[in-house]
């Protein structure tokens, strides 16, 4: 078992942890009707085949909901967050929130003598 004392990171889940899923879930939490693919694509900066590995991933944990239909006949993909997945990321982002807060109180505990060493790099 991991101790989070030493390891306070190690309390995050680490679907959620990776840099692009996580835009892929801040993304998706500002909209209650989903975004289209292209617009999540976009958003988030990625190409259509690295979006849609990471979404395989989301969708096979249950976070998200990918919905395929035709709309004026094109097709259109659009994807959402489901509940339990919108559960579970509230969690991780105050798990995470609480692993910044414990290290800001810790940089401010250490403050000067964190900092010595830095100041007599510059000076050097």
Do not use: W
């Amino acid at each position: 078992m991991t101790d989070t004392r030493h390891d306070p990171a190690g309390t995050l889940e680490r679907l959620f942890h990776e840099p692009n899923r996580l835009a892929i879930l801040s993304a998706l939490c500002t909209t209650r009707n989903g975004l289209a693919f292209t617009e999540l694509r976009d958003t988030c900066r990625l190409t259509d085949g690295n979006l849609n590995r990471h979404l395989k991933t989301l969708e096979e944990a249950g976070i998200v909901r990918v919905q395929k239909a035709f709309v004026n006949d094109k097709p259109r993909t659009t994807v959402s967050l489901t509940r339990g997945g919108l559960a579970r990321f509230n969690q991780y982002l105050e798990r995470l929130e609480a692993v910044l807060q414990d290290a800001r109180r810790a940089s401010r505990r250490e403050g000067v003598s964190a900092r010595a060493p830095l100041a007599a790099a510059a000076r050097a």
